[in-house]
């Protein structure tokens, strides 16, 4: 029904080595990132040693071909382990989170293969950050809307703009900077995509912004003043395939974070299911009250419910059955989720859970991003809704020709 007639991605992991890699991950954000989550919150950064270990386990590159010196996991293993990295401080996977999603997508899906060659591998091995600057002041929701704009001069081209809440901004070497070339026309939206190293003359990266959470996950502006590029640096060589690039990163993006949703809610679940057993009122265990069970059962329904709809859609989209709607359903139905989990995970730990230092306190904060960032839960709703009359009225239309 929403099939976008896309070819089937296919993986170059075996199921076995991907078991290994899966395991391995697993361990190394429960054994490694779990206990040093106070220090990351506490100092607002995620420690060397753990980025190193990362990049060498090669998390900067999962989702880049192996040709390009990553693992080239499809998405349907890509979700697998981002159900892990939310099981911890969502700042250990937004290190590396737009290497390999936003950012490192735009590359992999459209970039020359001179493009490719200059930035994947070293992408892929965490030697280069990569962030992805789509959003200004009055173009979040509505990309079409961007103001950053990019004129040809010889054989240059020179962006004049500014972007707000880019991810990684404050350590990135590469933006992926989308600038209007033209207005929008009958041909399309008239926006492009440029690779814009951080040290290019005119690149003026602002403060850290101060954020509600995901301490060590650092964003911030972006401003772009007579930036000159060469003509090699436009995506794909090609004045339109900015918007195209945009919404395809942000689609795959999509069942990312719904994963990532996934794993921070298993881990509230987990927290509220340990205290419950543990704390007591007047000597009872508070998880012998039926009213707390209620409130563990309406989590662990939640999170089961979440985990089989992104492994479903997640399945779909390898295929190439449904690359659009399926994506956008998963990210809302998990990112609305994780909010109820993690709100009832605070209240499970009563008083306990206000408190900062307590995991439930910082999921709290950190999964409230995830309805808003790579389109709101609004915006999801409009394309699942919209997509899906769309596809109707044009049935409709066919059948009565
Ligand atoms: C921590 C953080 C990290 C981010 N990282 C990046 C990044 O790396 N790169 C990047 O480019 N951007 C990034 N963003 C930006 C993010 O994608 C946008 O903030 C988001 O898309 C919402 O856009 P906005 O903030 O302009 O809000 P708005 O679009 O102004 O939305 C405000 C409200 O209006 C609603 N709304 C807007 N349009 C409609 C509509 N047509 N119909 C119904 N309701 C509507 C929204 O749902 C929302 O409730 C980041 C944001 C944050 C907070």
């Not at 004049?160 to 900077?177: H, M, Q, S, W, Y």
């Not at 009359?389 to 049935?395: F, S, T, Y």
Request: aromatic share 6%; glycine share 12%.
């Amino acid at each position: 029904m929403a099939a976008d007639n896309a070819a089937a991605q296919v993986s170059q992991v075996s199921a076995e080595d991907f078991a290994d890699i899966l395991a391995q991950t697993r361990e190394f954000v429960r054994g490694a990132v779990v206990p040093r989550e106070q220090e990351i919150a506490d100092t607002d950064s995620v420690p060397g040693d753990i980025r190193r270990a990362a990049a060498d386990m090669g998390l900067f590159g999962y989702a880049v071909p192996q040709e390009w010196g990553g693992l080239g996991l499809d998405l349907a293993q890509d979700v697998e382990l981002a159900m892990e990295f939310g099981y911890t401080t969502l700042a250990f996977r937004s290190m590396f989170g737009t290497n390999n999603g936003i950012a490192g997508q735009v590359l992999v899906n459209y970039g020359t293969a001179e493009q490719k060659q200059t930035w994947l591998e070293r992408i892929a091995s965490g030697e280069v950050v990569a962030a992805f600057a789509l959003t200004e002041p009055g173009a979040g929701s509505d990309p079409a809307g961007l103001r950053t704009k990019a004129v040809r001069e010889g054989d240059d081209w020179v962006i004049d703009g500014e972007k707000r809440f880019i991810t990684n901004a404050p350590v990135a070497d590469l933006f992926v900077v989308f600038a209007r070339t033209r207005p929008a026309d009958a041909d399309g939206p008239g926006i492009a995509v440029f690779l814009v190293p951080a040290t290019t003359p005119g690149v003026e990266v602002g403060p850290k912004d101060r954020k509600m959470g995901q301490e060590g996950a650092w964003t911030s502006e972006v401003r772009f003043t007579g930036v000159r590029v060469p003509a090699a640096a436009l995506v794909g060589g090609s004045e339109d395939v900015g918007y195209r690039a945009a919404m395809v990163s942000l689609a795959r993006g999509r069942m990312h974070i719904a994963a990532l949703a996934v794993g921070a809610a298993q881990r509230a679940l987990d927290e509220s299911v340990a205290y419950a057993a543990t704390a007591t009122q007047g000597g009872t265990p508070i998880g012998d009250f039926q009213l707390v069970q209620a409130m563990i059962a309406d989590q662990y329904t939640g999170v089961a419910a979440g985990r089989a709809l992104v492994r479903d859609i997640a399945a779909r989209y390898v295929s190439g059955e449904d690359r659009r709607v399926g994506p956008s359903a998963a990210k809302l139905y998990c990112t609305e989720m994780a909010g109820k989990v993690a709100d009832l995970a605070v209240q499970i730990h009563g008083g306990t859970g206000y408190m900062r230092g307590v995991a439930v306190e910082r999921i709290y904060r950190e999964v409230r991003l995830l309805r808003l960032y790579e389109g709101t839960s609004e915006i999801q709703r409009l394309i699942i809704g919209g997509r899906l009359v769309g596809h109707a009225k044009r049935e409709t239309s066919g059948a009565q020709r």
